[in-house]
């Protein structure tokens, strides 16, 4: 059964492709993850960054559950190409997807995240990586609503979620400062997508 395993969501309309990490991308995987400008606002992320070797332990493990009929988890890895609708891939320049895919209430939520290296930025990778993972999560997930959660501090990731999805965010003080947490459901990302046509 490969559950997840095979996934594959290609822009229309930007050059980025999102798939399953595999082992081969440890490496760039390593350098995103470690990367100051990425993971400054991620209070679960060793400020020395992570080497290829534990990215590899990393990408096994997200292998293994995106494997499973119901995965907590399914992370997609943000390829570069070198023109659209290309399967050529030229590098990896971020991760998306979901980190957390959990019940809460008797409802299947997944949490979405992007990070997209610096010199990548400003593109529309990440609003792109975001709807793609969005609607992936309600189309085949199945899940009955997606959440973001960010650290208030991270104001290019609160002002993705609420300039250019229209998301009310709730704030409260958490372990590492203040939390901002976006939820929406499927008529609501459904409002969405109207707004953003």
């Given amino acids: 059964m490969l559950g997840f395993l095979n996934v594959k969501l ?18 760039a995987l390593s350098g995103v993850l470690s990367r100051p400008s990425n993971i400054a606002h991620d209070p679960h992320c060793s400020p020395a960054g992570i080497s290829p070797e534990q990215c590899l332990t990393m990408i096994q493990k997200m292998r293994e559950s995106a494997i499973a009929p119901v995965p907590t988890r ?84 609160v002002g993705l979620i609420e300039k250019r999805f229209g998301w009310k965010g709730v704030r409260r003080e958490g372990k590492y400062g203040v939390e901002v947490k976006f939820v929406v459901k499927r008529e609501g990302w459904e409002a969405t997508k109207k707004r953003s046509s």
Avoid: W
């Fill in 10 to 27: 290609l822009s229309p309309t930007h050059t980025i492709l999102l798939r399953n990490p595999e082992e081969r991308d440890a490496t």
């Fill in 74 to 157: 399914v992370n997609l890895v943000i390829v570069l190409l070198p023109r659209s609708n290309s399967t050529e891939e030229r590098e990896v320049i971020g991760l998306s997807g979901f980190g957390d895919i959990d019940e809460v209430d008797g409802e299947r939520y997944a949490d979405v995240g992007v990070i997209v290296n610096e010199e990548y930025r400003g593109n529309g990778y990440a609003v792109e990586s975001m709807r793609l993972s969005i609607e992936f999560a309600f189309r085949e997930l199945k899940v009955d609503g997606v959440s973001c959660q960010t650290l208030e501090k991270n104001v290019a990731m």
